[in-house]
């Protein structure tokens, strides 16, 4: 079993930046895939940004490719979103999420974990 906690939303003006933390629990962390998807209002839920077990390989969607950065620290079972360059159209709750596989998480199906979520606001 997993426990994902979302931490680091908040409001912040169009431009500037912010970093989500999803820490894990359990000792499996570093088994896991992860990623990074949000929701915003009236949508449906999308993937933003994926990472492997070692870090190695990531994904990201093309709305963020260039300003959004995902890390992961397994010694601390940590995984980050350094978001820079936040556009209103940024706006949702973010949820990170785990799944054995890489593709899995790519394609946003059968996600074994999530977190309750935490909401990035962008003013203009």
């Known amino acids: 079993q997993v426990q994902l906690v979302e931490s680091g939303g908040g409001l912040v003006q169009a431009g500037g930046s912010l970093r989500l933390s999803c820490a894990a629990s359990g000792r499996t962390f570093s088994s896991y895939a992860m990623g990074w998807f949000r929701q915003a209002p009236g949508k449906e839920r999308d993937s933003v940004a994926v990472?492997?077990?070692?870090?190695?390989?990531?994904y990201y969607a093309d709305s963020v490719k260039g300003r959004f950065t995902i890390s992961r620290d397994n010694a601390k079972n940590v995984v980050y979103l350094q978001m820079n360059s936040l556009k209103p159209e940024d706006t949702a709750v973010y949820y990170c999420?785990?799944?054995?596989?890489?593709?899995?998480?790519?394609?946003?199906?059968?996600?074994?974990?999530w977190g309750q979520g935490t909401q990035v606001t962008v003013s203009s």
């Open positions: 990472i492997s077990r070692t870090g190695v390989s990531t």
């Open positions: 999420a785990a799944a054995k596989f890489y593709n899995t998480v790519v394609a946003g199906a059968e996600l074994e974990y």
